[in-house]
């Protein structure tokens, strides 16, 4: 399937924990070519304390990323995986970070080990100043694997819902796999994305998961996960 999604990939060199060069990026964006993919967000992480290089930066790499994503057929967005802290609505504010594609919608991510309550709290600052939060690769989460009811909860709320490619299809451990199905199952998901970091350990996967979604729940709901809802997200959030 062609003209596929992807709102979640640290493909900017000299930024973060991914691409470690531009020829690095160039083959990642030629393994999601080959899956499909036809639109990407570039979600670099900002993180107090671990990544907090410079939006300029950014900038500049950036726009080396979207001319060679253009010479290949895939368009590049400006995004951030913006790891939640308690500042992060002044700083959003401020423009001090990227929201996803120019939208009001926010990559936030959290530790691993997060309660429900701080999540919960987050989200709702998100939501109550006028963004919409995109709950990173949920399935991480302690609190969300151990509660599908609290994913639900949080979808309830009004927050939309990003898993990772790779924790579908296995590549994280039999029981991530199991977990993710069933959410999905549960239709608890918004967004699929690859979260890719490298060619290697955390390379592009998005084909296959698609391929996997099709066997249990059809064609349709691929469109929807891959095509259809990051589409909505660029378009109408803004």
Known sequence: MEGLYDIHAHIVPHFDDGSKSLDE?????????????????????????????????????????????????????????????????DMLNKKERYTMADTRCVLAEFKNGSDKAFIKERCYALLSHGYQPIVAHFERYEACRKDIDFVAE??????????????LIGEDGFFLKQYCKKVIKYELVHFLATDCHNTKERKPTLGKAADYIEKFMGEGYVRELLIENPRKLIIEEK
């Open 25 to 89: 990026t160039r083959q990642i964006l030629e393994l999601e070519y080959r899956d499909g993919v036809r639109t990407i967000i570039a979600t670099s992480h900002f993180r107090r304390g671990m990544f907090e290089t410079p939006l300029h930066v950014y900038d500049e790499q950036f726009e080396r990323v979207r001319k060679l994503g253009e010479s290949m057929g895939i368009t590049i967005l400006k995004g951030c995986e913006f790891h939640a802290n308690m500042e992060m609505i």
């Open 154 to 167: 949080l979808v309830d709320m009004g927050c939309y819902m990003q898993m990772n490619s790779q924790s």
